[in-house]
């Protein structure tokens, strides 16, 4: 085997397996390649090897690797994945973490709403008077409501999203001796009144 | 799966764990680093290993490579590519020239006290 056909095969077979890696990385790796096949033709010329002698130890180097350059690609691959993963999951949880305590307070809301309007209720010792169960029942259906109209409208209409869900949340924070529904309460609407300020305005379509 | 199939879970390597070859390129650039040279490209550390009789040929490219990455990201060598000048002075391409770093000879080290290295070269004994 000539050595050159060896060399070619090599570049050959490090220039597939690092197809779709990261471009440094496949950069790196091929100029490494390059330096070893040269590095090792230069020592063949200065030790008089025969060149065919030299060709195959260079094709058994390659084709002994194969299994060690494919768990490589592999990890190079699963990293540039993960990488390139991580930064949009960042972003997300940077300007959505908010929708959690929102989502919470609606439910809250949605779930004092129907404690109200069935025999449930009866178990939070309510004024028992229908038409004011009626009247509790509808105050919070609306308070589910807006938080669900805000969460809707939050990347269209970013400051009406954020009103509504701050007066979704704010009854919830009346229910002070409850502890955990008036804490997500206040999370939601820090979050909503961060949105308001951070969202980008909504563009509008050119005339 | 590794609890129905026992083997893969012992042919999963334990992040720190060097193996042999990892382990052999580290002591090898230790005795470099002793003889006075501290940086070396893979392809010498390829020779070095074939002429210390640590492997019979030189190291196949992925797995001298692959070795030399799980060295540089534990953080036992670390890599700079050569000046460019340099190797267009010499005609030849770019080497990624390698140095262990203080872990790395620690763990050197501390790998040649749990397992000495095969059989030294003659001439090259401790006196």
Redo the contacts between chains.
């Keep these: 085997v000539r050595i050159e056909l060896a060399s070619a095969v090599?570049r050959s077979w490090?220039r597939l397996y690092t197809r779709r890696i990261d471009a440094d990385v496949r950069a790196?790796?091929i100029?490494?390649?390059?330096?070893?096949l040269?590095?090792?033709r230069?020592?063949t010329e200065e030790a008089g090897t025969d060149p065919s002698d030299a060709g195959l130890?260079v094709l058994?180097?390659?084709?002994?690797?194969?299994?060690?350059?494919?768990?490589?690609r592999s990890g190079a691959a699963r990293r540039a994945r993960s990488s390139r993963r991580r930064e949009p999951m960042n972003d997300l949880i940077r300007r959505s973490w908010w929708l959690v305590p929102a989502v919470l307070v609606g439910l809250f809301d949605v779930m004092l709403f129907l404690a109200q309007l069935t025999h449930f209720f009866g178990l939070m010792e309510f004024e028992p008077r229908v038409g004011t169960r009626l009247a509790a029942s509808a105050a919070w259906l609306l308070f589910a409501v807006c938080i669900a109209a805000g969460l809707a409208l939050r990347d269209r209409r970013p400051q009406r999203a954020g009103v509504l869900v701050i007066v979704g949340s704010v009854p919830a924070l009346l229910l002070v001796w409850m502890v955990v529904p008036p804490l997500l309460g206040v999370a939601a609407i820090v979050g909503a009144i961060y949105h308001m300020t951070t969202a980008p305005s909504p563009t509008r379509a050119p005339a | 799966m590794g609890r129905y199939l026992p083997i893969l879970a012992r042919m999963r390597r334990k992040k720190g764990v060097l193996i042999p070859i990892e382990a052999a390129i580290l002591r090898c650039a230790v005795d470099l680093q002793r003889r006075g040279e501290p940086e070396f490209?893979?392809?010498?550390i390829?020779?070095e290993l074939r002429d210390r009789d640590e492997a019979r040929?030189?190291?196949?490219?992925?797995?001298?490579?692959?070795a030399l990455?799980r060295l540089e990201k534990a953080g036992l060598v670390q890599s700079r590519?050569e000046d460019p000048e340099t190797a267009a002075s010499e005609r030849?391409?770019?080497?990624?020239l390698y140095q262990v770093t203080g872990l790395g000879e620690r763990v050197a080290t501390e790998s040649l006290r749990v397992s000495p290295s095969p059989r030294p070269k003659p001439g090259l004994e401790p006196a």
């Design positions: 090599t490090v790196s790796r100029a490494e390649i390059e330096s070893d040269w590095e090792h230069r020592e130890q058994a180097r390659c084709l002994a690797g194969m299994p060690a350059d494919l768990a490589w | 490209h893979g392809f010498f390829a020779k040929r030189l190291t196949a490219h992925g797995t001298l490579y692959k990455d590519w030849r391409p770019r080497r990624r």
